[in-house]
C-alpha cells in the first residue's frame, strides 16, 4: 500500500464519516457540516464545501479554513453557518479536532421538546453520563461569531450538545471517536423516542450503576478505532471514491 501522511488521513477519515452519516440517514440535504483540525496546525480545520451531498464527498473535495475564514481548496468555499459554530468550538473546546453537526432525527427529536433530555434509561445513553450540555436557547441561523462563541461556551468541555429547537453537536479527539459518539447517540435517542411513544414510564437506572457502566465503556474507548476501521473497509469495498 502506498504511504499516506498524516493530513491525507485525516481527509480519507473525514470523508468517509460523511459518506457513512448518509447511509445512515444522518445527513440533511446539504446544510449540516463536519469538522476536522489539520494534524499539526492550530488554527485550520478541514470542512465540507456548500452545495455537497454527504454521499459525493471525498477526500479531495475538503475544503480547509483559517481562523479568519479564508477558505482554500475544496470545490465550494462551506456554508457560511459552518464557519461560525466550527472555529468557535474548535478555539474553545481542547477535545474538539473533531466537530459534527447534524440533525438526525431522533436526536433532534429531543430538542423539540420542551426540558427535552437524554435519560440515563438505557445503556446506549449511558455512555454520555455528565458528557451532555443543553442549549435552551434557539437564536436563528448562526450567521455571526456572538452566536457561534456563545454556543462553544454552552458546550464548554462536553462531548455532546442538544440545540433548541436545531439539532446536535458531537465533538472529540478523532473522527473515529466522535462519529462512535454520534452513531450511538442517535441509537440512545431512538431508543427512548421509541419507548416513550408506548406512555409507559421509562425505566431509570440506578445512579450508582449509571456511573460504573459509564467507567466500563470508558475503559472500552478502543471500540471507536475499531468500529470505524470496520466501517472504511467496508467504503473501501463499495465506495472507494471518497478516500480520493
Same mark, same amino acid.
Given at each position: 500500500m502506498p504511504f499516506i501522511d498524516e493530513k491525507q488521513q485525516a481527509r480519507i477519515d473525514l470523508a468517509a464519516a460523511f459518506r457513512w452519516a448518509e447511509r445512515l440517514s444522518f445527513h440533511e440535504g446539504v446544510c449540516n457540516h463536519f469538522s476536522l483540525q489539520i494534524p499539526g496546525e492550530a488554527d485550520r480545520f478541514l470542512i465540507n464545501p456548500h452545495g455537497a451531498h454527504f454521499s459525493e464527498i471525498s477526500a479531495s473535495m475538503l475544503c480547509t479554513l483559517d481562523a479568519e475564514g479564508n477558505a482554500q481548496g475544496g470545490s465550494n468555499p462551506p456554508e457560511p453557518t459552518a464557519f461560525y459554530i466550527h472555529s468557535a468550538i474548535h478555539r474553545a473546546n481542547p477535545n474538539a479536532a473533531c466537530v459534527l453537526h447534524t440533525h438526525m432525527p431522533y436526536a433532534t427529536a429531543l430538542c423539540l421538546v420542551e426540558g427535552g433530555r437524554l435519560e440515563m434509561a438505557s445503556q446506549n445513553a449511558l455512555r454520555y453520563l455528565d458528557q451532555i450540555a443543553y442549549d435552551e436557547r434557539y437564536n436563528g441561523l448562526v450567521l455571526d461569531w456572538e452566536e457561534g462563541d456563545r454556543i462553544a461556551r454552552v458546550l464548554a468541555d462536553k462531548r455532546v450538545l442538544f440545540l433548541a429547537?436545531?439539532? =446536535?453537536? =458531537?465533538?472529540?479527539?478523532?473522527?473515529?471517536?466522535?462519529?462512535?459518539?454520534?452513531?450511538?447517540?442517535?441509537?440512545?435517542?431512538?431508543?427512548q423516542v421509541l419507548a416513550m411513544s408506548t406512555g409507559r414510564p421509562l425505566k431509570p437506572i440506578d445512579p450508582q450503576v449509571a456511573a460504573m457502566?459509564?467507567?466500563?465503556?470508558?475503559?472500552?474507548? %478502543?471500540?471507536?478505532?475499531?468500529?470505524?476501521?470496520?466501517?472504511?473497509? %467496508?467504503?473501501?469495498?463499495?465506495?472507494?471514491d471518497y478516500a480520493y
Open positions: 429547537n436545531h439539532g =446536535v453537536i =458531537v465533538v472529540g479527539p478523532t473522527v473515529a471517536d466522535a462519529f462512535d459518539d454520534l452513531y450511538y447517540l442517535e441509537r440512545a435517542c431512538q431508543h457502566t459509564y467507567e466500563q465503556i470508558e475503559g472500552e474507548r %478502543i471500540n471507536a478505532q475499531y468500529h470505524f476501521q470496520a466501517l472504511k473497509r %467496508i467504503l473501501d469495498k463499495q465506495e472507494p
